[in-house]
């Protein structure tokens, strides 16, 4: 299994949520080194209690990063506008993941067109990231432990 991995539906706010991308659930896995079906595409009310539970089974917990300030230096997830879709109905813009290492975009796992380095450098310039989200070991020993 090769370890960035590519969402494999690439829909947006105009489709059912059983239907819109899942670039969210191919970041996470590609973190963890998982494959993509180990992470339920979390779309719709109450997604993030949802994805923050997905992370859980694999013994994570999602953080919310303040993306006004320096970024962590361990792969983190970034929430940035889609360069493939339309805005949603409500207006609002498609929203797409990538896995970053600090101010470095690691993997895009768009199907279409996808971020490159200096489509990166130029969301950063003008404070296109709208999120960001890091895995963090719900109980650091027990990874610890797992790990050795």
């Not at 191919?26 to 992470?39: D, E, H, M, N, R």
């Not at 990063?65 to 493939?84: F, G, H, K, M, Q």
Request: glycine residues 6%; hydrophobic residues 45%; proline residues 9%.
């Amino acid at each position: 299994m090769t370890r960035w991995l590519s969402q494999t539906k690439a829909g947006g706010g105009h489709l059912p949520p059983e239907e819109r991308g899942d670039c969210v659930p191919a970041c996470v896995a590609s973190i963890l080194g998982l494959p993509i079906t180990a992470i339920a595409n979390c779309h719709g009310e109450a997604w993030f209690d949802r994805l923050d539970a997905e992370c859980a089974k694999h013994g994570y917990c999602l953080a919310v990063l303040d993306v006004t300030l320096e970024p962590p230096r361990c792969y983190w997830i970034a929430t940035l506008p889609s360069l493939n879709l339309p805005a949603d109905p409500d207006g609002k813009p498609a929203w797409h993941s990538v896995v970053a290492r600090g101010y470095d975009l690691v993997h895009d796992p768009s199907l279409a067109r996808r971020y490159d380095a200096e489509a990166w450098a130029l969301a950063w310039e003008r404070n296109k990231i709208a999120e960001g989200w890091v895995l963090v070991p719900r109980d650091p020993v027990i990874r610890r432990a797992v790990a050795a």
